[in-house]
């Protein structure tokens, strides 16, 4: 199954397209944007409009706790399944978002890093 993957910066159109483009195949917009991931910060990360969401399906978009630890090497755990399930349904991923990151562990991989001590967190 081919995705389709929109890069670019805030307030460049990348949700508009992505609702049109998953309107227009049956796929779904998935989100790769740092600070979408959070529940309750919808407005200060300028996440797809209820209008949007009602127009196409989302995935990834509000699902991690605002104070939860949350880094690449986890987004690339949960979108792996979640690609998984669409290419298994025949539904096209729409891969938009700003972060850059997110694109390159998507395309390339990433290397796993292990937890950062509390000891490490606190000093700095």
Do not use: E
């Amino acid at each position: 199954m081919r995705s389709v993957l929109i890069a670019g910066p805030t307030a460049s159109g990348k949700s508009g397209l992505a609702v049109q483009l998953a309107r227009a195949f049956g796929g779904v917009v998935v989100n790769a944007d740092s600070m979408q991931v959070y529940d309750g910060l919808r407005l200060l990360t300028a996440r797809p409009s209820d209008a949007d969401l009602a127009a196409a399906p989302h995935a990834l978009y509000g699902h991690v706790p605002p104070d939860a630890d949350y880094s690449v090497g986890a987004w690339a755990r949960d979108v792996a399944p979640l690609l998984a399930a669409l290419a298994a349904d025949g539904r096209m991923p729409i891969i938009c978002g700003g972060t850059g990151l997110y694109f390159k562990a998507l395309l390339g991989g990433i290397d796993a890093m292990p937890a950062v001590p509390d000891a490490v967190r606190t000093a700095w």
